[in-house]
């Protein structure tokens, strides 16, 4: 058997039967997805109230019953998880528009006023980037 006769013999695996192979990657998006719904749609998740507390049900290990347990004023801490779930992924799509925004009014600013106006721009953007995230928390 000659290279090309065996080039030709190894055929590559199509792109989705790679993809398929991989049980990583199928786990990965199911976390994802998983949250993402939670997120959309905590009802479907718990039938809990997150603020209201249950009487005689306070600091419960976590059982069957209760997934987390329960806090100090015997909340479910799992209803509690979900429906946070909402209000961290609706600061990350603020954070990101707020972003979007500005970045492309000072872009387009930038791009449209060349020179001393385009200077002062990039130098105010360089400054913000350097600084490191963690000296702007509220730690």
């Given at each position: 058997m000659s290279l090309v006769d065996y080039a030709i013999a190894v055929r590559r695996r199509p792109e989705w039967r790679r993809v398929r192979l991989q049980p990583g990657l199928w786990l990965a998006w199911a976390v994802m997805i998983t949250a993402l719904l939670m997120a959309l749609a905590p009802q479907c998740f718990t039938a809990a109230n997150p603020?209201?507390?249950?009487?005689?049900?306070?600091?419960?290990?976590?059982?069957?019953?209760?997934?987390?347990?329960?806090?100090?004023l015997g909340r479910d801490l799992?209803?509690?998880?979900v429906y946070g779930a909402v209000h961290s992924l609706s600061a990350a799509l603020i954070a990101v528009a707020i972003g979007l925004v500005?970045?492309?009014a000072l872009g387009t600013l930038a791009g449209a006023l060349t020179g001393r106006v385009e200077s002062t721009i990039m130098r105010l953007v360089d400054v913000l980037l350097a600084i490191p995230p963690c000296c702007c928390s509220s730690r």
């Amino acid at each position: 058997m000659s290279l090309v006769d065996y080039a030709i013999a190894v055929r590559r695996r199509p792109e989705w039967r790679r993809v398929r192979l991989q049980p990583g990657l199928w786990l990965a998006w199911a976390v994802m997805i998983t949250a993402l719904l939670m997120a959309l749609a905590p009802q479907c998740f718990t039938a809990a109230n997150p603020l209201e507390g249950i009487p005689g049900a306070q600091r419960l290990a976590p059982q069957a019953h209760y997934w987390l347990g329960t806090d100090q004023l015997g909340r479910d801490l799992w209803t509690r998880v979900v429906y946070g779930a909402v209000h961290s992924l609706s600061a990350a799509l603020i954070a990101v528009a707020i972003g979007l925004v500005v970045g492309t009014a000072l872009g387009t600013l930038a791009g449209a006023l060349t020179g001393r106006v385009e200077s002062t721009i990039m130098r105010l953007v360089d400054v913000l980037l350097a600084i490191p995230p963690c000296c702007c928390s509220s730690r």
